[in-house]
Nanobody, 113 residues
Framework: QVRLVESGGGLVQPGGSLRLSCVCSTSLFGLYDMNWYRQPPGKQRELVATITKGHMTDYTAAVKGRFTISRDNDENTMYLQMNSLKPEDTAVYYC???????WGQGTQVTVFS
């Protein structure tokens, strides 16, 4: 069973930055597409960014130009660099490996004035 563990969340002021990490337990990590999702308070979970096994990336419009998804297949780790954070980015952020229906436990990001 694949395990995903997120880290890097926290409290930050608007305009600040955070870098989330997601460590995957399988050494076959490099064969899979990966996603970052988020769930704002009282709202549904939404797809934030995708990175394919070939390192192609895609972003939801709300974060395009501010967030960068990346991966290090040697370290079985995916990242989400979040810059110019806004209060509306406040959410629990989850990493997801869709082919194996695997989810992490989530990491809280709070952007406050």
């Amino acid at each position: 069973q694949v395990r995903l563990v997120e880290s890097g969340g926290g409290l930050v002021q608007p305009g600040g930055s955070l870098r989330l990490s997601c460590v995957c337990s399988t050494s076959l990590f490099g064969l899979y597409d990966m996603n970052w999702y988020r769930q704002p308070p009282g709202k549904q979970r939404e797809l934030v960014a995708t990175i394919t096994k070939g390192h192609m990336t895609d972003y939801t419009a709300a974060v395009k130009g501010r967030f960068t998804i990346s991966r290090d297949n040697d370290e079985n780790t995916m990242y989400l660099q979040m810059n110019s954070l806004k209060p509306e980015d406040t959410a629990v952020y989850y990493c997801n490996l869709p082919d194996l229906r695997a989810w992490g436990q989530g990491t809280q990001v709070t952007v406050f004035s």
